[in-house]
């Protein structure tokens, strides 16, 4: 028997070659050799199914369901631990409280919170492993033969399909389990092209309705990145390239989605999916973990602080909120009237009598804080012309224009706010923006040298297309201002931003300005402005403040 197996890992050590069969004949063996002879309703497959020790097969690094925090599988993706040290490291931090590592080892009991949401069940690796250890494993991990440079002679596997299936096995290796060491597998050689491992792995992911909604994102990025390059066109007589719009990729994953579940999702829907990418890693984590819906994650985007997001994440989790609960808790209902009484419905119309007079009296007082310098004493004493047969009528009215001049120096004051088309050479690039989004080298990089957005831009893209670690960190930033930019371009409405003003008293005609609010909307029209859509180089915006600088 140790001479099979030992034969058994020499024929896997071979890249394309399946294992080859073993002398003694099994039952099936013999069956599939009599096929000539009886029909007994199969045919043998390609697929073989082997015993792998764990510790010869690494997770794909690349799968859009993260099992892990993300500290761990950077440790992973690097080499620095290995699978069996990151399930120690794991565990430890369960026994130390940590609420990421005891949702994905304990699982959660979520009850039906809400109709509409999904019912999900403990899914923690304690409670598969439990199952694996009592009935053994049901379904073979799908691994693939791979060339490990750190091992050229010894077989190496990458983990397909069942990473929460090999997970549960460390675990079980973890609690002294030995005979769990090793895990059966069906072995398939590494295709030439991997984004056939890809959609397989997008296609199981869809399938599953018990799927994080942070996973499903992912795999509706990786089918956007995709559709992108293939539904982009050649510009006749340019050796360019035109692609899509974003609503008419959001339009196209939603049909490939369909593909996979045999229900398509609308454009709005994949949307706010994407949307979740922008939530921090310890967000993602914790959402993850904890096995969040689209529903529940929804009004999370609304909070604009990560520290507000991640608190508000545990307490979805920690008190079972419902999508619907979650959305009462940010943006809560206003309260449904009371019944009234007779006297309370006649106290309620005489309100609405001193309101409309209120409202009267508004509009009177705009039309005369409007009018022209010239004509403003003439209507003041036509006014109180018409009242002079009332002394008390004539008073008031006298006494109008000082009251009237007051109130606008009031409102010069405190409304400095104007709307205007600032030129985007005059804003300073909100670089804050893209903190989260870089490394601290990268960041001190922008931050550090005076260049413009359209300089920054030219380095992010610069920097995705020579790192790819830096690239899947700089998606969720890129398609948030793709999509402000697609908006823009549609002329969809979108809340202006708003700019602090800054002037010397040295250069009273020079203005710089910085972004308040609403510093998605300024990139969005420097990507247009690179993109060539020269219209886009003034933004309209709100000045909500002006400061003026004496200094040398």
């Known amino acids: 028997m140790a001479r099979r197996k030992i034969n058994i890992q020499r024929n896997l050590g071979l890249r394309e070659g399946s294992a080859a069969q073993p002398a003694t004949e099994s039952v099936i063996d013999q069956l599939s050799g009599s096929m000539s002879r009886t029909d007994i309703g199969f045919k043998p497959t390609d697929q073989h199914v082997y015993e792998i020790n764990l510790d010869r097969i690494m997770p794909d690094p690349d799968q859009p369901r993260h099992l892990l925090p993300y500290d761990l599988r950077e440790a992973l993706r690097e080499k620095t631990l290995d699978p069996a040290e990151v399930m120690r490291q794991l565990v430890l931090r369960a026994e130390k409280g940590d609420m990421v590592a005891l949702l994905v080892l304990g699982g959660r009991s979520k009850g039906p919170v809400d109709e509409e949401d999904p019912v999900v069940e403990d899914t923690g690796l304690f409670a598969l492993a439990r199952s694996i250890q009592e009935v053994g494993l049901r379904q073979p991990l799908n691994v693939y033969r791979i060339d490990d440079p750190d091992h050229p002679n010894q077989a190496s596997y990458r983990l397909g399909e069942g990473e929460r ?212 004493d003439e209507t003041i004493n036509i006014l109180a012309a018409r009242g002079a047969a009332d002394s008390t009528t004539r008073q008031a009215l006298q006494s109008l224009r000082q009251t009237l001049e007051e109130i606008l120096l009031r409102i010069e004051d405190f409304s400095s706010s104007k709307t205007l088309e600032v030129s985007l050479l005059s804003i300073l690039p909100p670089v804050t923006a893209l903190q989260r989004h870089l490394p601290p080298e990268k960041f001190s990089v922008i931050e550090d040298e005076a260049l413009t957005g359209g300089q920054i831009l030219e380095r992010l893209f610069m920097w995705r297309r020579e790192d790819i670690v830096l690239a899947s960190r700089l998606e969720p930033f890129l398609t948030t201002i793709e999509g402000e930019a697609e908006a823009l371009r549609a002329g969809e409405g979108r809340a202006l931003p708003q700019l602090n003003g800054r002037k010397n008293v040295k250069y009273p005609d020079l203005m710089v300005y910085e972004v308040e609010s609403g510093a998605s909307i300024y990139w969005a029209h420097e990507l247009l402005v690179r993109q060539g859509e020269e219209q886009f180089k003034l933004m309209k915006a709100e000045v909500v403040s002006v400061t003026v600088i004496d200094e040398d």
């Open 165 to 376: 299936r090999f997970w549960a096995h460390h675990l079980l290796v973890q609690q002294d389990f030995e005979a769990f060491k090793s895990v059966r597998c069906i072995v398939e050689p590494l295709p030439e092209n991997e984004e056939v491992i890809h959609q397989r792995q997008e296609a199981e992911n869809a399938a599953r309705v018990d799927l994080p909604a942070l996973a499903r994102a992912r795999s509706m990025q990786r089918i956007k990145e995709r559709l992108n390059i293939e539904m982009g066109t050649r510009v006749p007589g340019e050796n360019t390239f035109q692609l899509p719009s974003q609503r008419d990729l959001q339009i196209a994953v939603g049909q490939r989605v369909k593909s996979f579940t045999g229900r398509a999702i609308g454009d709005r829907m994949v949307r706010n999916y994407l949307a979740l990418l922008n939530l921090s890693a310890e967000a993602q984590d914790l959402a993850e973990a904890g096995q969040l819906t689209e529903k529940q994650l929804r009004p999370v985007m609304r909070l604009k602080s990560d520290e507000e997001q991640l608190a508000f994440i545990r307490q979805i989790i920690e008190k079972n909120m419902s999508g619907r609960e979650a959305m009462r808790e940010v943006a809560p209902p206003p309260p449904p009237p009371a019944k009234t009484s007779l006297r309370e419905v006649s106290q309620t119309s005489v309100e609405q009598r001193f309101e409309k007079r209120v409202l009267d009296a508004a509009k009177t007082m705009h039309s005369l804080l409007t009018l022209p310098q010239e004509n403003y």
